[in-house]
């Protein structure tokens, strides 16, 4: 199978989902607040995701989808997918952002297939936490470390 991967923030899109994310419901400086503690904590990847995942505890997801939503593409994002797929290659869109959010955008991109955080949502709400990815015991210890 050939395949084309695309990275959703900042390349597919023309901004970052979080960042809008962050901006819609007043959280910039919990996410700059954060990005010190990373630093200053050594955290990997993946606690960082598991903190972010917190601060939108409670959020609709709807409302999620709706901000990422008005995220515009970057101009030729649509025609590379395009041309991609007429080649006879399959598109994945890759991204650190949730699972509902890049299949939102891989819909509208015509994406055949997603990498993405597993988001945990109860009655449309996000929860707060990730659903863990399988990381079996052969792999090496860095996966965990680096969230693969």
Request: charged share 30%; proline share 7%; glycine share 8%.
């Amino acid at each position: 199978m050939r395949l084309g991967l695309l990275d959703m923030d900042g390349t597919v899109l023309m901004g970052r989902s979080l960042s809008a994310l962050a901006h819609a419901f007043g959280l910039e400086e919990k996410l700059r607040e954060l990005d010190v503690e990373k630093e200053r904590l050594g955290l990997s990847e993946r606690e960082v995701a598991a903190r972010i995942a917190r601060l939108f505890a409670g959020r609709p997801l709807r409302e999620l989808k709706r901000i990422v939503d008005f995220i515009p593409f970057t101009p030729g994002a649509v025609w590379w997918v395009k041309r991609v797929r007429e080649a006879g290659a399959q598109v994945a869109l890759v991204s650190d952002s949730w699972r509902p959010l890049v299949e939102r955008v891989a819909r509208r991109l015509g994406v055949d297939l997603v990498w993405a955080n597993d988001l945990e949502t109860e009655l449309g709400l996000v929860t707060g936490r990730l659903i863990p990815p399988p990381c079996p015991s052969h792999l090496p210890p860095g996966c965990r470390q680096h969230a693969v």
